[in-house]
């Protein structure tokens, strides 16, 4: 079975802080990709971050960093000088036979 | 082409009724998928389409769902007999062709409730 685990239901950080979302997963594939999805309330899931396992250089983006553990299997995320705007959930995702496995998703509070 | 659409935004039906939901992709994508997120929970998968052709359904799935893609364009997602359980929001998502298609692009979902 291809899981993907997020063990914090909801996380706050305070305005320009720095915080990590936590996000392990299970798969029996050996190429597959791992991603970060945005979900701000009422609005639809964008692209945060992705990750392709072959890859041992840690994705970045701007203000977001991945831990990519790959024999760990965990796959955090790192968001640095938390803005105002980054409040929303979270949602882990793996790619593998041909579709998207996603977590339970994390709720990022940011505090003014 | 401003990205993924999904119709309506939002149903209310009463259960037993049938409801239709429309998504429309980005249009160079030939890959559509419909997932389902219930409250608090991360999105659940339920089908995907390589342009017209349907390539997996989930075995969660009831019979009562039933999902097309005729031309590899648009794609429709139909409920029959709805009951409570159905209650979710309803997203789709398209993707390319290549290396491209482990990048989904998600629309904004279809709202389902069943009083």
């Known amino acids: 079975a291809q899981t993907v685990t997020q063990s914090q239901p909801e996380m706050s950080v305070q305005e320009a802080e720095t915080v990590t979302l936590s996000c392990t997963y299970d798969t029996s594939e050996s190429d597959y990709y791992l991603f970060w999805y945005k979900q701000p309330p009422s609005r639809q899931m964008i692209l945060v971050i992705r990750q392709e396992a072959y890859k041992q250089q840690n994705a970045t983006e701007n203000r977001f960093s991945v831990n990519f553990q790959k024999a760990a299997k965990s796959f955090s995320l790192k968001i640095s000088d938390s803005q105002l705007g980054d409040a929303a959930m979270y949602f882990c995702?793996?790619?593998?036979?041909?579709?998207?496995?996603f977590g339970s998703g994390t709720k990022l509070n940011v505090k003014p | 082409d401003t990205g993924v659409s999904q119709d309506p935004r939002h149903k209310i039906t009463k259960r037993g009724q049938n409801v239709t939901f429309r998504c429309d992709p980005i249009s160079e994508h030939n890959r559509l998928y419909w997932y389902r997120q219930t409250l608090g929970q991360g999105p659940e998968f339920l089908t995907y389409?390589?342009?017209?052709?349907?390539?997996?359904k989930s075995r969660l799935l009831s019979d009562r769902f039933s999902a097309e893609r005729p031309k590899g364009s648009f794609s429709t997602l139909e409920i029959q007999r709805t009951e409570q359980g159905d209650s979710a929001m309803y997203l789709c998502a398209s993707s390319g062709v290549g290396w491209m298609n482990t990048e989904a692009f998600f629309g904004q979902g279809t709202r389902l409730t069943v009083v």
């Open positions: 389409f390589q342009n017209e052709a349907q390539l997996e």
């Open positions: 995702a793996s790619y593998n036979f041909n579709k998207f496995y």
